[in-house]
């Protein structure tokens, strides 16, 4: 009997490090892609046209808003890993709980370093004028469109938080000071990567408005995680998370569409994409809220987008759900509560 069990339970192991051995070269691909398309507009050439005397200044309250969303987004998923880690570490193991906290501590500071770094590498590329800004654009919606892909697919079965469990149980069964540093490495990676995505989307914000309204947005955001946090951590109450992460995503979905129909325009104004006027005259409150302008390639962008966003989920429903069904197979299930043995902390994350 157990010459059988060691294969079986080894089984889904390898299985998932073969899955993600597979999708490694296709990663490498969109990130060549990206790299390239990136060189290609550093060195292109540019139209006649100055975006700085065509666009309106974007509304103040829609930045500050974008910026919060963005930040409060990132940061209520930070705050949901990090309990999902901590969450077992009770007894004997509640000292271990420290090296943790410092790693996250330290991503928290790395994520500053990291904001200023960037700041750095954007004077440094300064003399690439109105295409800096285009570049930056670029970047942040082919990520926040991986992101949202991403989040769709996984409003089941949260891979992410599951790969640090593992992570978690794997450091607990072992002890010294390789197990010290892999929690702290453990504490680090449970935050930084939300951090890392946040320097990421506020530089285009930054370099289209200014430091004033996106400081505003990332302190309301940040806020707003604290009162998460401190509800979570200190006071040991359960809040709506799945929802509130729904609610978000959509929320960053808006976000995703604002920033795709600015990204657009710039696009236009370098002379990359051509221009159609619509039949129609768009007001000019729509461009400065959310970026919408009369024309047909910006507006279409916005509505390929939010149509990527709601397939992704569409398809993420049929392949999980109905396909499943309709094969007579187990589908995939949200989870609903947390074990009964489960710690407070624990049933947080087990609702998400």
Partial sequence: MSSNAAPSSAAPASSARSAAASRTPWWLLALTLVAG?????????????????????????????????IVFREGLEAVLIFAAVTASFLGAN?????????GAAFAFGFSVVTWFLVQALL????????????????????VL??????????????????????????????SGLGATIGLVALGFTSVYREGFEVVLF???????????????????????????????FKLQ????????????????GVVLVVMIGGTALSFQE???????????TVPTWMGAWFEMYGTYET??????????????????????????????????????????AAPPAARVLETV
Avoid: C
Avoid at 94 to 102: H, N, Q
Avoid at 146 to 174: C, D, E, M, P
């Fill in 37 to 69: 398309a990136v060189y290609l507009m550093a060195t292109a050439s540019t139209g006649p046209v100055d975006p700085a005397e065509v666009r309106g200044p974007q509304s103040h309250t829609t930045v500050v808003f974008n910026s919060a969303i």
């Fill in 94 to 102: 509640r000292s271990r709980r420290r090296p943790v906290v410092l």
């Fill in 123 to 142: 004077d440094a590329a300064s003399s690439l004028g109105p295409k800096l800004e285009a570049i930056t654009g670029f970047i942040a919606v082919a």
């Fill in 145 to 174: 469109l991986v992101i949202l892909n991403w989040f769709v697919h996984k409003v089941y079965w949260t891979q992410w938080i599951g790969r640090h469990h593992k992570q978690r149980k794997k450091l607990l069964a072992s």
């Fill in 202 to 232: 506020l530089q285009n914000l930054q370099l289209k408005e200014g430091d004033g309204p996106v400081l505003e947005g990332l302190a309301i955001g940040l806020a707003a995680t604290g009162i998460v946090g401190l509800i979570t």
């Fill in 237 to 252: 109450h359960k809040l709506p998370y799945k929802k509130m992460l729904i609610v978000t995503g959509g929320l960053v």
């Fill in 270 to 280: 370098l002379g990359w994409i051509p221009r159609h006027d619509t039949p129609f």
């Fill in 299 to 340: 507006l279409g962008s916005q509505l390929l987008a939010g149509l990527f966003v709601i397939g992704s989920y569409h398809l993420a429903e049929y392949l999980k759900v109905r396909r499943p069904v309709a094969r007579g197979e187990q589908p995939a299930v949200r989870a609903t509560e947390a074990p009964a």
